[in-house]
């Protein structure tokens, strides 16, 4: 597996922005699909957003308009911006990464979650 970094989290006010980024480690990769997810305490984990290939987003309905998703395919990077955060958004988001990464020999399929980073909005 491939280990994935997070970082962004933290303790913001209702209203206010975070940036999420979820970086892989190693040097090459092709991605199938690369998004974050969040689980929130009691709750199932969910889908948030993710990004195809091709570059097509998919959104969950709470997060739309509120939050985007985006790429640095120079740094093999994806990128969460959350805008207007609400109390209800306060979870643990995981980066999740699917793809192939190259060993030196040969491509290897991977999929991957990240450690997890504490988002709370909270006044």
């Known amino acids: 597996q491939v280990e994935l970094v997070e970082s962004g989290g933290g303790l913001v006010q209702p209203g206010g922005s975070l940036r999420l980024s979820c970086v892989p480690v190693g040097r090459s990769f092709t991605f199938d699909s690369r998004g974050w997810y969040r689980q929130a305490p009691g709750k199932q984990r969910e889908l948030v957003a993710t990004i195809s290939r091709g570059g097509s987003t998919n959104y969950s309905d709470s997060v739309k308009g509120r939050f985007t998703l985006s790429r640095d395919n120079t740094r093999n990077a994806v990128y969460l911006q959350m805008d207007s955060l609400k109390p209800e958004d306060t979870a643990i988001y995981y980066c999740?990464?699917?793809?192939?990464?190259?060993?030196?020999?040969?491509?290897?399929?991977?999929?991957?979650w990240g450690q997890g980073t504490q988002v709370t909005v909270s006044s």
């Open positions: 999740k990464i699917n793809g192939n990464v190259w060993n030196g020999s040969t491509w290897n399929a991977f999929d991957s």
